[in-house]
């Protein structure tokens, strides 16, 4: 018979994959600029959602961190499980690979300052094959199986990939062309992008010191009245 914490842990694994959704990317509010102090715990959770058969458990959230030893326990039980069980076992593992390369690739982006990315965000359902009527929370209603899944999580994987590497060319060409540029760091950068384009959008938004520092280390005689 299954100890309490075997039972326990494939309780828990059908819950994720039967009405588990996974949240990846700016899913979290910060004070900071986007993408400055990102952690993997801060881009990755998964929300248990009721649905009309069952309500137990609805709304629970499991964090990055609670995922990762979740698998740890599993990994060391599936052995005794039945085909199913280690199949499910499998399909878990390979999701949440997924997730934490989709969501550590988003991170990179945001640090890069890639506009699109900022405040990007991806909501899937972690789903066993069948249908799952929801009734909590809004998400796209369609039987998806296992392997279409794992494919769409490989594919956003790779197209974000490609659009870090290209962004990075960007950067660096931008950085090569227009010299002043190296005198900022990327968050340095964001911050007067945001900063500027409230100015120019609005001439009576004030100017911050931060903003006057920043800029007097292009040009030591920068002021207000320059910039309006």
Known sequence: SLSSVETSSF???DLIISRGVFHIGCIQTKDSLPGEEY???DCIKVEI???VEERAAAGKVYSLSDLQDLQSKLMLISGQSSKSGKNDVEYFVEVLDRAVR???VFIDLAKAGHDKYLKWKNTFRCQKQGSLRLSSLEVEDKSSDQHEVLQSLEQSVG???LSLDGWINTVQQHRSQYYYLNYFTTPQLLLLRRELGKIVSNYRYPVSNQVL???GSVDPKCTTEKLK
């Open 159 to 161: 197209e974000m990939t």
């Open 11 to 13: 309780y828990q694994l």
């Open 49 to 51: 959602v009721e649905n």
């Open 213 to 215: 520092s920043l800029l």
């Open 39 to 41: 952690t993997m715990d």
């Open 102 to 104: 989709l969501a550590s």
